[in-house]
């Protein structure tokens, strides 16, 4: 989802994108113990046939899909900030390789929506002089094409 | 400042095969999902054919016994886990971030690698057949003490097992964690479609079930290798064990063939009755209801194993107990359609076909469910014919509606309506005159998985070999279809059909790396 915000000048504005998380981590919580509760009902009857190597097969899975919603909470954490004030624009981005930031001078900032050819999505790219940052990855086609036109009349 | 939106530089598509190695992306994905069973489709349709060559007529003529075992044992295991799976896992990929307004699964890496373990199991099975003592030879459903005495063969489908098991984990937590976490905002649990909502099922079933397959053959592995005796009652363990363990994971897997076919039919029926689908929330509630009932029903499979009567009562109650959430779905089903201004688009045809003949085995389910009528079908023909029209009429025909629907939407281009509408004909016809007489076989005594029979059941299976032959070849239609429309035709709309629901006919056809073009709405 994106958020943008204006200041009352009509000139600095802040742009925040993140993505989507329809699970909250409560709801994390009971779907992972429904899961475990299953899968200790089952290995409890196992047991008792004396099946017991089921046993750590359930175990695992529970493990990784554990370790799936946790990853997927930890994205749901995931920004990409676009920032103008005055003469400044300033990028950060908390993603998958950790946090990055970086500074440009808006009159040479410069949006690029980078069509991904085929079926594949674009990419959203924010930078001057060559060097550019990618954000927006998280979005939904539409949601990126229009966070781009939006970024782009701002600028 | 200078900006330039919508450059068409199309900068760092990867080319070739390193595209298809290394993608995360869920169309590619779902596409190779699709090819491969397709593929997998065709090798075990094969396999059927020799078996049905074998009997076309009494006596040994065209395999030995042996080889005529490992062909039973290896086309169920291959359309199982080769074809029936990964086709609707391949369906889920490509539609259902479309449809719940997410841009891509929830792990993709995760999907890459859950998908490329399947041809490397695969082969493993198929390499079997190679190797000294044969592939397995026990049947699909690997029953020691014969798996346990069975060659390197049995070894081979072990490890194909696990790691098929694995790949179908990895696909069941992605599917889970997507549909949970990344619908769009407005779309909630009782809005999302039925499709969805049968994967979400289907997902958790497999979550629950797949583990006690692993553990089933590694204990397999261990009598055979490492001196443990879980099924041999000569050091303490008991065979019967292992068809407890095999039929509690048997019976969900059942209904994980099932459901995903299920969900695609609840879509395609609205659209060509042009009326919403009747009753959603008592589908969603049947289906969870046939997800429950389903752990509770595994020893219909075993009723002449000499349990005690208790067990052999509970589990006839249960299992008849499913006749009621399936008979749910049906009558939707028939109400949708009821005075709608229908018309017969062949992913139609393939629909309403699977709702008539999948209740033809749906009640030959309920004649076996009774235990003493069991005792005479179970290990019959019977059998044969049951599974095939719940398998092949619900989960391989549901599949073929869903391939005729949205093939449109994934290539961009319609199919041959005059080809697919012979595809249809010819299937249909073609799977009746097979399997419909297994029925007679079956009540008359011919017992399944053998290769030469007495004479008195010569004319039907000279019939059922027929059939067979023209329903193999027929397949080959598909692959005619599936290529045109790959390779060029009508354009489609976005739309393609009239007014049908659900946000993937939002998205223009073929659906591009634009996911919406407008924002989604969920209504
Ligand atoms: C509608 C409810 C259903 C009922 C009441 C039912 C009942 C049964 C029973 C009692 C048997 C055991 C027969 C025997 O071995 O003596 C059986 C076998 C079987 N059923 Fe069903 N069934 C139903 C639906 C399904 C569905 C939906 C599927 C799969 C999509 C399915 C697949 C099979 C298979 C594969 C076997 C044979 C397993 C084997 O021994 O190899 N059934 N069914
Ligand atoms: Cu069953």
Same mark, same amino acid.
């Given at each position: 989802m994106t958020f943008f915000q204006t200041a009352p000048d009509g000139r600095d504005f802040r742009l925040l994108i993140r993505p989507d998380c329809s699970l909250s981590l409560r709801g994390v919580k009971v779907v992972v113990l429904t899961f475990a509760l299953v899968a200790a009902l089952i290995g409890a009857y196992m047991l008792t046939l004396g099946a017991w190597p089921v046993l750590p097969f359930l175990g695992l899975e529970i493990a990784v899909v554990a370790a799936a919603f946790l990853i997927l909470q930890r994205r749901a954490r995931f920004y990409d900030l676009v920032e103008a004030k005055g003469d400044d624009v300033c990028l950060s981005q908390r993603g998958r390789h950790g946090e990055k930031s970086g500074k440009l001078n808006r009159y040479w900032t410069q949006v690029r929506l980078a069509a991904g050819? /085929?079926? *594949?999505?674009? =990419?959203?790219?924010?930078?001057? /002089?060559?060097? *550019?940052? @990618?954000?927006? &990855? &998280?979005? +939904? @086609? @539409?949601? =990126?094409?229009? +966070?781009?036109?939006a970024l782009q009349r701002a600028l | 400042m200078t900006t330039t939106v919508a450059d068409h530089h199309h900068d760092e598509v990867p080319k070739g095969i390193t595209r298809w190695l290394f993608t995360t992306n869920h169309k590619d994905i779902g596409t190779l999902y699709l090819w491969f069973s397709f593929i997998m489709f065709l090798v075990g349709g094969a396999m059927a054919l020799v078996i049905r060559a074998e009997l076309f007529q009494p006596g040994l003529q065209v395999v030995d016994p042996h080889f005529y075992n490992q062909m039973v044992t290896v086309h169920a295991l291959i359309m199982i886990f080769g074809a029936i799976m990964p086709g609707f896992v391949g369906f889920a990929n490509w539609m259902i971030p479309m449809m719940i307004g997410a841009p891509d699964m929830a792990l993709p890496r995760m999907n890459n690698w859950s998908f490329w373990l399947l041809p490397f199991a695969t082969s493993l099975l198929i390499l079997s057949l190679f190797v000294p003592g044969g592939g397995p030879a026990a049947g699909w459903t690997i029953y020691p003490p014969l798996s346990v005495q069975g060659g390197m063969g049995v070894d081979l489908t072990i490890f194909t097992i696990h790691i098929l098991g694995m790949s179908s984990i990895l696909g069941a937590i992605n599917i889970i964690a997507t549909i949970m976490n990344m619908r769009a905002p407005g779309m909630t649990l009782m809005k999302m479609p039925l499709f969805i909502w049968t994967w979400v099922i289907t997902a958790f079933l497999l979550i629950a079930a797949m583990p006690v397959l692993a553990g089933a053959v590694t204990m397999l592995l261990t009598d055979r290798h490492f001196g443990t005796a879980f099924f041999d009652p000569a050091g303490g363990g008991d065979p019967v064990m292992f068809q407890h363990i095999f039929w509690f994971f048997g019976h969900p897997e059942e209904y994980i063939l099932i459901l995903p076919a299920f969900g695609i039919i609840s879509q395609v029926i609205p659209t060509f009755a042009r009326k919403p689908l009747f009753g959603y929330t008592s589908m969603v509630f049947a289906t969870a209801g046939i997800a429950f009932l389903s752990f509770i029903v595994w020893a219909h499979h075993m009723y002449t194993v000499g349990m005690p009567l208790s067990g052999e009562l509970f589990f006839m109650y249960s299992t008849m107990l499913i006749a009621i959430p399936t008979g749910v779905k049906i009558f939707n089903w028939m109400a949708t359609m009821w005075r709608g201004s229908m018309t017969f688009e062949t992913p139609m045809l393939y629909a309403i076909a699977t709702v008539a003949l999948f209740t033809v085995g749906g009640l030959t389910g309920l004649m076996m469910a009774i235990t003493p009528a069991d005792f005479q079908y179970h290990d019959t023909y019977f059998i044969v014919a /049951?599974? /095939? *029209?719940?398998?092949?009429?619900?989960?391989?025909?549901?599949?073929f509606a869903g391939v005729y629907y949205w093939l449109p939407k994934w290539t961009g281009h319609m199919y041959d309506e005059t080809l697919g509408k012979w595809h249809f004909w010819l299937t249909i016809i073609a799977f009746n005159v097979t399997f419909f007489p297994q029925h007679f076989l079956g009540f008359a005594g011919m017992p399944r998985r053998i290769p030469d029979y007495s004479l008195q059941f010569a004319e039907f299976n000279v019939i059922s070999s027929i059939g067979g032959f023209v329903l193999g070849f027929s397949q080959l239609i598909l692959l005619v279809v599936v290529i045109k429309a790959i390779r060029g035709g009508k354009k489609a709309s976005a739309e393609v059909w009239e007014n049908p629901e659900g946000l993937e006919w939002t998205v223009p056809s073929p659906a591009p790396y634009h996911t919406f073009a407008t924002a989604p709405e969920v209504k």
């Amino acid at each position: 989802m994106t958020f943008f915000q204006t200041a009352p000048d009509g000139r600095d504005f802040r742009l925040l994108i993140r993505p989507d998380c329809s699970l909250s981590l409560r709801g994390v919580k009971v779907v992972v113990l429904t899961f475990a509760l299953v899968a200790a009902l089952i290995g409890a009857y196992m047991l008792t046939l004396g099946a017991w190597p089921v046993l750590p097969f359930l175990g695992l899975e529970i493990a990784v899909v554990a370790a799936a919603f946790l990853i997927l909470q930890r994205r749901a954490r995931f920004y990409d900030l676009v920032e103008a004030k005055g003469d400044d624009v300033c990028l950060s981005q908390r993603g998958r390789h950790g946090e990055k930031s970086g500074k440009l001078n808006r009159y040479w900032t410069q949006v690029r929506l980078a069509a991904g050819g /085929h079926w *594949y999505p674009s =990419r959203l790219l924010v930078g001057s /002089h060559g060097n *550019y940052m @990618e954000i927006g &990855a &998280a979005l +939904t @086609e @539409e949601d =990126r094409i229009k +966070t781009a036109k939006a970024l782009q009349r701002a600028l | 400042m200078t900006t330039t939106v919508a450059d068409h530089h199309h900068d760092e598509v990867p080319k070739g095969i390193t595209r298809w190695l290394f993608t995360t992306n869920h169309k590619d994905i779902g596409t190779l999902y699709l090819w491969f069973s397709f593929i997998m489709f065709l090798v075990g349709g094969a396999m059927a054919l020799v078996i049905r060559a074998e009997l076309f007529q009494p006596g040994l003529q065209v395999v030995d016994p042996h080889f005529y075992n490992q062909m039973v044992t290896v086309h169920a295991l291959i359309m199982i886990f080769g074809a029936i799976m990964p086709g609707f896992v391949g369906f889920a990929n490509w539609m259902i971030p479309m449809m719940i307004g997410a841009p891509d699964m929830a792990l993709p890496r995760m999907n890459n690698w859950s998908f490329w373990l399947l041809p490397f199991a695969t082969s493993l099975l198929i390499l079997s057949l190679f190797v000294p003592g044969g592939g397995p030879a026990a049947g699909w459903t690997i029953y020691p003490p014969l798996s346990v005495q069975g060659g390197m063969g049995v070894d081979l489908t072990i490890f194909t097992i696990h790691i098929l098991g694995m790949s179908s984990i990895l696909g069941a937590i992605n599917i889970i964690a997507t549909i949970m976490n990344m619908r769009a905002p407005g779309m909630t649990l009782m809005k999302m479609p039925l499709f969805i909502w049968t994967w979400v099922i289907t997902a958790f079933l497999l979550i629950a079930a797949m583990p006690v397959l692993a553990g089933a053959v590694t204990m397999l592995l261990t009598d055979r290798h490492f001196g443990t005796a879980f099924f041999d009652p000569a050091g303490g363990g008991d065979p019967v064990m292992f068809q407890h363990i095999f039929w509690f994971f048997g019976h969900p897997e059942e209904y994980i063939l099932i459901l995903p076919a299920f969900g695609i039919i609840s879509q395609v029926i609205p659209t060509f009755a042009r009326k919403p689908l009747f009753g959603y929330t008592s589908m969603v509630f049947a289906t969870a209801g046939i997800a429950f009932l389903s752990f509770i029903v595994w020893a219909h499979h075993m009723y002449t194993v000499g349990m005690p009567l208790s067990g052999e009562l509970f589990f006839m109650y249960s299992t008849m107990l499913i006749a009621i959430p399936t008979g749910v779905k049906i009558f939707n089903w028939m109400a949708t359609m009821w005075r709608g201004s229908m018309t017969f688009e062949t992913p139609m045809l393939y629909a309403i076909a699977t709702v008539a003949l999948f209740t033809v085995g749906g009640l030959t389910g309920l004649m076996m469910a009774i235990t003493p009528a069991d005792f005479q079908y179970h290990d019959t023909y019977f059998i044969v014919a /049951h599974f /095939h *029209y719940v398998i092949f009429c619900g989960s391989v025909l549901g599949m073929f509606a869903g391939v005729y629907y949205w093939l449109p939407k994934w290539t961009g281009h319609m199919y041959d309506e005059t080809l697919g509408k012979w595809h249809f004909w010819l299937t249909i016809i073609a799977f009746n005159v097979t399997f419909f007489p297994q029925h007679f076989l079956g009540f008359a005594g011919m017992p399944r998985r053998i290769p030469d029979y007495s004479l008195q059941f010569a004319e039907f299976n000279v019939i059922s070999s027929i059939g067979g032959f023209v329903l193999g070849f027929s397949q080959l239609i598909l692959l005619v279809v599936v290529i045109k429309a790959i390779r060029g035709g009508k354009k489609a709309s976005a739309e393609v059909w009239e007014n049908p629901e659900g946000l993937e006919w939002t998205v223009p056809s073929p659906a591009p790396y634009h996911t919406f073009a407008t924002a989604p709405e969920v209504k």
